[in-house]
């Protein structure tokens, strides 16, 4: 990642503008997956990512957590959970954490699993502070009770005041309504999406809503085939149809968001606003010169990219990373 600031001096007042900032992808590396972003009550952005070993001797990070002003230039912070706090309901990793500011606290929306998992979970943890530490809650639900398999890949949505959770990995992707401290299921789960997605991501822009998906395989290294496809509906509750009007039960969505020549694998995203209003996805990709850790896992930094929209549909350029210098989002000092 580089950040530019540019700038010139000149006798000339039209050559005396300041450039706008500059940027390159990834913005932090080596590792932050399944990226979830928000912007903090104390001005900062916060990303959170699934649990991974760095392969620097620390060991396993505990949802590792980055902070940044401008979206673009991130420190590591720390981690969400202190080792002793991990929760501990079920055996495996902090996968895909969802964050969210709910009831003047931040709410932490994870998935507990391990590869093969025959049943994993989802539960939440809330702090005052985006940085954490998280304490626990315990599960919302595990897979079996719930009645979906491979439940993971949380995505919370508050709808006026009244709290969803959507969820799923290519077993079909669903929504249910929660109690009013988000700590419960209070409703029947519906199906909002087909067995071709995970990691589901809402956000609402006029009339409808956008459920932004993944699809293809995530940790293939540089051979992993991940990528973007969304729907929208005027109900929280769907039907979400792509572009061509079809619903994303059965159809796989309109693609925004697909591999390049440099970086593989994109997907996971978030969405995040700056000042002036040019929303931004947030996601990971592979660097395919170097697409994984000393571990053998897959390497995932995270990526940012602005979203243009037309008539009504966000658009990506070229629906790949970004791959050169370009303009850094608006951020008020």
């Known amino acids: ?181 988000g700590f419960k299921v209070a409703g029947k789960p519906f199906q909002v999406a087909g067995n071709a997605f995970e990691a589901p991501y809402v956000i609402k822009r006029g009339d409808y809503y956008y459920m932004f998906l993944s699809s293809g395989s995530c940790c293939e290294g540089a051979d992993s085939t991940y990528h973007v496809a969304l729907a929208r509906s005027k109900s929280i509750t769907g039907p979400y149809l792509d572009r061509s009007g079809n619903d994303i039960v059965s159809t796989e969505g309109t693609v925004i968001l697909t591999g390049s020549k440099k970086f593989a694998g994109p997907g996971h995203n978030a969405i995040i606003t700056d000042d002036k209003d040019q929303d931004w996805i947030v996601y990971h990709a592979i660097d395919v010169k170097e697409p994984k850790m000393i571990s053998g896992i897959t390497r995932r930094p995270l990526m940012i990219d602005p979203i243009t929209w037309k008539d009504g549909w966000p658009q990506i350029k070229n629906q790949e990373p970004g791959e050169k210098l370009q303009n850094a989002p608006v951020i008020k000092k």
């Open 1 to 181: 990642m580089s950040l530019l600031a540019l700038g010139g001096c000149s006798d000339s007042p039209a050559e005396n503008k300041t450039k706008s900032p500059q940027y390159q992808n990834p913005v932090f590396e080596p590792v932050i997956a399944d990226p979830s972003i928000i912007k903090g009550k104390d001005g900062y952005f916060y990303a959170y990512g699934t649990e991974d070993n760095w392969g620097d001797g620390k060991g396993p990070r505990y949802v590792p957590v980055i902070r940044s002003k401008d979206l673009v230039k991130w420190k590591y912070t720390g981690e969400a959970f202190e080792a002793v706090d991990k929760p501990a309901w079920k055996e495996g990793g902090i996968w895909a954490p969802d964050i969210s500011f709910y009831q003047d606290r931040y709410y932490l929306y994870y998935s507990m699993s391990t590869w093969g998992d025959l049943d994993p979970g989802i539960g939440v943890a809330v702090s005052d502070k985006p940085e954490g530490p998280f304490t626990d809650k315990g599960p919302l639900f595990r897979s079996q009770k719930i009645g979906v398999e491979n439940s993971i890949d949380p995505a919370f949505y508050n709808d006026n005041g009244t709290p969803y959770l959507f969820w799923g990995s290519f077993h079909g992707i669903y929504g249910v309504k929660l109690s009013n401290d």
